[in-house]
């Protein structure tokens, strides 16, 4: 016998307080935490309960009963829908806020770091040597240069949609996962991350799919023509854009594909790739160059970089650079230093320094990636760099060092999930005068801290702001060498992070607009 479904209840006219983690806002009824995204503080809402726990609840808002004084307005029609802009009604100025304080929330709090000490004044700024305002961006739209969408037969329904009980003749959909459907995607008719070329490319495409009868893929099912499309721009206006197909159909494959050339002769690359795995990604597969060229160039201080179809290049190019001048301020070179920068992915960063130290090593787990460094080293006449690929745990050990020697510097960009305890062992083992921790997830970042603190103290923490809109935050700390070291416990235990979306007792993040 099916269990019935527990109704969960409308909370009504409840004011939303403050703005949370994961994107999210924060409500507070009674003694319960309530979640709810695409709300602002000050807004007055009644709330649907999605998921309730013992302390808390998640929800979303069913009716406004008023806007937050100071609310923005959101600019994309996809809004409250599409999980990729989630922040669009907060204003710019909050969310900067509220990011800087996550970074030293995540520092103090989880790596329990001695900062030097601040004063918040009422504008929300930290104003003491050591721990930088946040960089914020000056493009607040448009200024992704990579977007991938997905083709689905399963157009996901607005609640709307569902609930007029109306019958939808056309369910194929070319744009975004919806967060937690991995078979559901919104249709995406103007997409604000990305300049206007995007959109056109993905429209026409879209439609010239739609009036052929192309198959859209079916996520479940693994059956469809039509797979993914990856779009990149650079910042020297050269464009790239690659049809994943899944299916190896000459016939529809070939109009396809010229009709796209037609429409966009501006294209620097067009190349279509063949994936008939269970997953997207195409690191393993095959490239197929229709027209054009099989990479573009981006540029950065007359540096010239390669990107092909399958590189990684931070996805703002204008902050990239930003990001990369903090590293290589807090870095310190003078022009005879050995550099080691660790996680390097295509060597731009150690490419961006290699003019001021005397060697640079990189190293990075992924074999095309350490390929692409090197020739990007050898477009740019630097010849004072060495790449190697491997596990950083494994590359990364004592005989390393023998080798090549301790460096003066580290750099470090590690994943989201941080750096492993064996990098963080030999890291201590190499002893530099300074390390340079580039990071996307501060809780990660403040672990790893915590284990270096007993021999490294924090000198410099900048914030930087890569994805507005978001609650993404990327985050550059400095250390260097105690002249004294702490004296360790006999045993040292890694700090404990979980990074969940559910949690037990949430803490209510005191930045408020309204």
Same mark, same amino acid.
């Not at 709307?160 to 070319?174: D, I, K, Q, W, Y």
């Not at 090549?404 to 492993?420: E, W």
């Given at each position: 016998m099916a269990r019935n479904k527990k109704v969960l209840p409308i909370l009504e006219a409840v004011k939303i307080s403050s703005i949370a983690a994961e994107g999210k806002a924060i409500a507070r009824v009674d003694d319960m935490v309530v979640f709810v995204p695409f709300v602002a503080p000050g807004d007055v809402v009644d709330i649907q309960v999605t998921k309730k726990k013992h302390k808390y609840a998640e929800g979303r808002a069913l009716k406004f009963h008023s806007y937050a004084e100071d609310r923005a307005t959101p600019f994309c029609e996809h809004f409250g829908v599409c999980g990729g802009c989630k922040w669009q009604q907060i204003p710019y100025k909050a969310q900067i806020d509220f990011k800087q304080q996550q970074v030293f929330d995540a520092l103090t709090r989880i790596g329990k770091i001695d900062l030097p000490e601040f004063t918040v004044p009422d504008g929300g700024d930290f104003v003491k040597e050591g721990f930088y305002p946040i960089l914020g961006s000056?493009?607040?739209?448009?200024?992704?240069?990579?977007?991938?969408?997905?083709?689905?037969?399963?157009?996901w329904m607005t609640?709307?949609?569902? @609930?007029? /009980?109306?019958?939808?003749?056309? !369910?194929? @959909?070319? /744009?975004?996962?919806?967060?937690? !459907?991995?078979?559901?995607?919104?249709?995406?008719n103007k997409c604000w991350l990305q300049n206007e070329l995007s959109n056109s490319i993905r429209n026409c495409i879209k439609d010239f799919c739609l009036q052929n009868d192309y198959s859209y893929f079916d996520l479940r099912k693994q059956e469809g023509l039509m797979r993914n499309l990856i779009i990149r721009t650079s910042s020297t206006g050269e464009v790239m854009l690659i049809v994943i197909f899944f299916e190896d159909d000459t016939e529809k494959r070939e109009p396809l594909l010229q009709h796209i050339h037609l429409n966009f002769p501006e294209l620097t690359s067009l190349i279509y790739i063949i994936n008939e795995k269970a997953n997207d990604t195409i690191g393993d597969q095959e490239i197929n160059v229709f027209k054009g060229r099989d990479h573009i160039f981006e540029e950065m201080e007359g540096l010239k970089f390669k990107i092909g179809p399958k590189s990684f290049y931070q996805t703002n190019s204008d902050q990239a650079y930003e990001l990369y001048k903090i590293t290589r301020s807090f870095a310190g070179l003078k022009g005879d230093e050995l550099v080691y920068d660790l996680y390097t992915g295509t060597g731009t960063i150690a490419l961006f320094l290699a003019r001021f130290c005397k060697k640079i090593i990189g190293v990075e787990y992924v074999p095309e990636a350490i390929e692409d460094a090197k020739v990007n080293a050898e477009l740019n006449g630097l010849d004072n760099t060495q790449f190697f690929a491997g596990d950083m745990k494994d590359v990364l050990n004592k005989n390393f060092?023998?080798?090549?020697?301790?460096?003066?510097?580290?750099?470090?960009?590690?994943?989201?999930?941080?750096?492993?305890?064996?990098?963080?062992?030999?890291?201590?083992?190499?002893?530099?005068?300074?390390?340079?921790?580039?990071?996307c997830n501060p809780a990660t970042q403040a672990r790893d801290l915590a284990l270096l603190d007993f021999d490294y103290e924090v000198k410099k923490v900048q914030p930087v702001d890569m994805f507005p809109h978001t609650q993404h935050v990327e985050n550059v700390v400095l250390l260097e060498k105690r002249a004294v070291k702490k004296e360790r416990p006999v045993e040292v235990v890694e700090p404990e992070i979980e990074i969940v979306e559910e949690m037990e007792e949430p803490e209510e993040r005191q930045i408020r607009i309204g």
């Open positions: 000056k493009k607040t739209q448009f200024y992704r240069n990579k977007l991938e969408f997905t083709f689905s037969d399963k157009r609640y709307e949609e569902v @609930a007029s /009980g109306a019958t939808f003749a056309n !369910m194929n @959909a070319l /744009g975004f996962h919806i967060p937690g !459907m991995f078979d559901k995607v919104l249709d995406i060092l023998d080798t090549y020697g301790k460096p003066d510097v580290i750099i470090t960009d590690p994943p989201r999930a941080g750096m492993h305890a064996d990098v963080v062992n030999t890291i201590l083992l190499a002893e530099p005068q300074r390390i340079v921790y580039v990071s």
